[in-house]
């Protein structure tokens, strides 16, 4: 417990899944946390049971001028933030290269990818003013590698920028002890995943080495270890937690 003592957290796609793991472990690690979403009425439930160290923003991570007011919000309610978890994503259309719209692609990207750089670029100088900072970008498998099937080209695209986004940004900012490290999941039991796919994750079992699942929290555990003070010497580096889908 308290691992996260004295810490102001600011985590995207909040309101369920992956990112709804991780307010819950955060907060319960001693986090002051800023959830943000789209989902105003499931994250507003959510801080209300959280309590008084949680605080819902509704936010379009897309929007340069929502981060900026997210960003001074919280720290009105907090104080710099010093972790930030690039969380919010979308899987977009199921489609081929040749079929792909421009528009769905570029609304991928947007939501994947773009926001990320709005989220870091937004969140620095918060960090910059603590003296020291974590990031974690959630990327994908399918920024490791393309072989599996998922949606589309933009999709893919989108989590292998985010991985390169990740190592350039830790260069920049690592002598100002702000460290910035991607996350790699396969296969959770969240919404997005089962809206994709079912609740059993379609073909994927026989792709998984464990054969089965994950829960969102076996996420979390390792977004909390990066963001806590024991990943101190941790960063620029891919993280994947895929039950071993990529050793192959």
């Known amino acids: 417990m308290n691992r996260l003592e004295g810490k102001?957290?600011?985590?995207?796609?909040?309101?369920?899944?992956?990112?709804?793991?991780?307010?819950?472990?955060f907060v319960a690690e001693g986090a002051k946390v800023i959830l943000t979403d789209r989902s105003e009425a499931a994250g507003t439930a959510l801080a209300k049971e959280l309590g008084k160290n949680s605080l819902f923003l509704s936010h379009d991570v897309t929007d340069?001028?929502?981060?900026?007011?997210?960003?001074?919000?919280?720290?009105?309610?907090?104080?710099?933030?010093?972790?930030?978890?690039?969380?919010?994503?979308?899987?977009?259309?199921?489609?081929?290269?040749?079929?792909?719209?421009?528009?769905?692609?570029?609304?991928v990207c947007a939501v994947n990818q773009h926001s990320v750089f709005l989220g870091m670029r937004a969140t620095l100088p918060s960090m910059l003013r603590a003296g020291k900072g974590s990031i974690v970008n959630i990327s994908?498998?399918?920024?490791?590698?393309?072989?599996?099937?998922?949606?589309?080209l933009a999709y893919v695209a989108s989590k292998f920028a985010v991985r390169g986004m990740t190592k350039a940004t830790a260069m920049e900012y690592g002598r100002h002890n702000i460290r910035v490290n991607s996350v790699?999941?396969?296969?959770?039991?969240?919404?997005?995943?089962?809206?994709?796919?079912?609740?059993?994750?379609?073909?994927?079992?026989?792709?998984i080495p464990l054969g089965r699942i994950a829960d969102p929290s076996e996420v979390t555990n390792?977004?909390?270890?990066?963001?806590?003070?024991?990943?101190?010497?941790?960063?620029?580096?891919?993280?994947l937690v895929d039950a071993g889908m990529l050793a192959h």
């Open 64 to 107: 340069a001028t929502q981060w900026a007011d997210v960003v001074t919000r919280g720290e009105d309610a907090f104080g710099a933030i010093s972790i930030l978890v690039n969380n919010a994503g979308i899987l977009g259309p199921i489609a081929q290269t040749a079929e792909l719209a421009e528009a769905d692609y570029l609304a």
């Open 140 to 152: 994908s498998i399918a920024g490791m590698a393309a072989n599996y099937g998922f949606p589309s």
């Open 184 to 207: 790699h999941p396969g296969f959770i039991m969240t919404p997005m995943m089962i809206e994709a796919t079912d609740e059993g994750g379609g073909d994927a079992l026989a792709q």
């Open 222 to 239: 390792v977004v909390l270890f990066l963001a806590s003070d024991e990943s101190s010497y941790v960063t620029g580096a891919e993280h």
């Open 8 to 25: 102001v957290a600011l985590i995207t796609g909040a309101a369920r899944g992956m990112g709804e793991s991780h307010a819950r472990r």
